[in-house]
């Protein structure tokens, strides 16, 4: 018997991205955040409320890393609580060296390990916008946050919102 997490959002992203700062400013959680990858070892859950008292939940997935999809480091254990959410947050660093990169590493990992998960509703979200070398390829296919501040955070609820309604 295998247990996967189910939610209503999962927040995917590389190793050190903001996932689980984000997860913290959402859900009002209280997830280990640090500045080292690998930070989060097992996928995190918090519940949201909205102005009109319901809730939602969202889950915060460890780092998926390339090769993921074929059981480097933990990826396959990670992957598979993705498959129970309903939506997806991908979180980029918006300071990386190659963002667009990035975002392909995890739409590539999961192609591979299921890629009927790339047709669930999903958010690009472009995080650290408060920190020098940020900067935004994606244009506005994106909501632009900073997960540590806040910045952004209310547009990135707003969108939320209208996906889980949809």
């Not at 009109?52 to 992957?79: H, N, V, Y």
Request: proline fraction near 4%; hydrophobic fraction near 35%.
């Amino acid at each position: 018997m295998e247990l996967k997490i189910l939610s209503d959002i999962a927040i995917i992203g590389l190793p050190n991205s903001g996932k689980s700062t984000l997860l913290n400013k959402l859900a009002g959680t209280h997830v280990k955040a640090a500045d080292y990858p690998f930070t989060t070892l097992t996928p995190n859950i918090g519940v949201k409320r909205d102005e009109k008292m319901r809730k939602f939940t969202i889950c915060e997935i460890p780092g998926i890393t390339e090769g993921a999809s074929e059981g480097k480091g933990l990826g396959l254990l990670f992957l598979r609580h993705i498959e129970r959410a309903k939506a997806l947050i991908f979180l980029i660093d918006g300071t990386s060296e190659n963002p667009e990169r990035d975002y392909e590493i995890l739409l590539k990992e999961i192609k591979k390990y299921n890629p009927r998960i790339l047709k669930k509703k999903h958010i690009l979200v472009l995080n650290k916008k408060d920190l020098d070398g940020f900067r935004n390829p994606f244009k506005n296919k994106v909501i632009e946050v900073s997960a540590k501040t806040g910045e952004g955070l209310n547009e990135l609820d707003e969108k939320i919102k209208e996906l889980l309604n949809e």
